[in-house]
């Protein structure tokens, strides 16, 4: 079955930095996009940045632009997210996603999420 698995959040000081690690398995990671969302309390979920598959063509929310950088690994179906310079509006916890055809219907799978809290 579908399984995303998040590590990598915890407690960081404004202006540091975490790398949140996204494990993909149960489907051909390497022939979807993968996405990375948030949602803060008492907020909506919202999309944070996107990779395409094999071209890994990039695409942030304005509000992590220069700041959040998405990648991945095909070979070891990972997905990462570094943050830097995070601010105390980045607290929220980030989910895992990615939009899945299995048999021919198409599927949002998500992991459990990781918390990340930014506060001095």
């Known amino acids: 079955q579908v399984q995303l698995v998040e590590s990598g959040g915890g407690l960081v000081q404004p202006g540091g930095s975490l790398r949140l690690s996204c494990a993909a398995s149960?489907?051909?990671?390497?022939?979807?996009?993968m996405n990375w969302y948030r949602q803060a309390p008492g907020k909506q979920r919202e999309l944070v940045a996107t990779?395409?598959?094999?071209?890994?063509?990039?695409n942030y929310a304005d509000s992590v632009k220069g700041r959040f950088t998405i990648s991945r690994d095909n070979a070891k179906n990972t997905v990462l997210l570094q943050m830097n310079s995070l601010k105390p509006e980045d607290t929220a916890v980030y989910y895992c996603?990615?939009?899945?055809?299995?048999?021919?219907?198409?599927?949002?799978?998500w992991g459990q999420g990781t918390q990340v809290t930014v506060s001095s």
């Open positions: 996603n990615a939009r899945i055809s299995l048999s021919g219907d198409w599927a949002d799978y």
């Open positions: 149960g489907f051909t990671f390497s022939r979807y996009a």
């Open positions: 990779i395409t598959s094999a071209t890994k063509i990039t």
